[in-house]
């Protein structure tokens, strides 16, 4: 029931690329989020005010003291801090998912990645710096724009360069991969997340990480093979016979509803063969100057 995320859509989205492309990618990650709560509280006692020292996710701020009825009276500052985590997945563009080339699982992948574009705000919101961001942006060798499964998933959007206008809203080539290499020198690898930006794949993060959080759905998969096959590829030499089957079928009714003629040069009249009207006279000089090629169906 999250609010924030339609799974049925993101579903959807996934098997469809599986069954089309052979290949539906889902990428999950674990978000925290912290929200702020401030409240002021009065007329509280030694041991209501020890029972909020002791919380300790409460920071409190004492605001005033004084006495009634012969006992101490407290106003007080409490802020909250909650920290809340949840799951969230996405269906990723298999154009935007790199692997080499001679992978056959996760598990012995030398490098498996999401490569997208995202704009300055994005990258800012993750925690990098706006200026260094601006500094990657780049409007040459846009992979949306010469990427032709791209082109094809959005063909009205890729000419569209408005956001040049504001510099939160240009977008830098920013790559998520997961790798495992030997960065202590023992012999060892370990699996890391380096994450990069701009056409010269600057490293901005390179931290230690336990699991790669993609998964990959197939409906056909192939023995030894990262990525298997799809419905379309299964299917596609019947559709190419089909529709062979079916146009030379309608070539054929409209030969034999409206066939070829010859006609003797000078003894007929073209003007009246090219009228396709039915009952259409045709004028001749002499008889059988317009023959018909008929053709069985």
Partial sequence: NDQDQSYIEILYQIFKDALVKGAGILKYDWRQTESIVSENLDGLNDEGLAALNSDPDAEID????????????????????????????????????????????????????????????????????????ESFSTDDDDFELTNQEARQRHPGQMDDRDYRDDPSRRRVLYVEAYMRLDTNGDGISELRKICCAGPSYEILRNESVEDIPFAIFCPDPEPHSFFGLSIADLTMDIQRIKTAVLRASLDSLAMSTHPRVGIVEGQASLEDVLNVEAGGVIRMRNPGAVTPFTLPY
């Fill in 62 to 133: 004492m605001l005033s003291t004084s006495i009634t009825d012969g006992m101490p009276s407290h106003s007080v500052s409490v802020t909250r801090k909650t920290v809340e985590g949840k799951v969230s997945v996405a269906s990723v563009p298999p154009e935007e998912f790199i692997v080499n080339r001679y992978a056959r699982s996760f598990e012995d992948a030398d490098i498996i990645g999401h490569r997208k574009y995202v704009t300055v705000g994005e990258l800012v919101e993750m925690g990098y710096d706006q200026d260094e961001m």
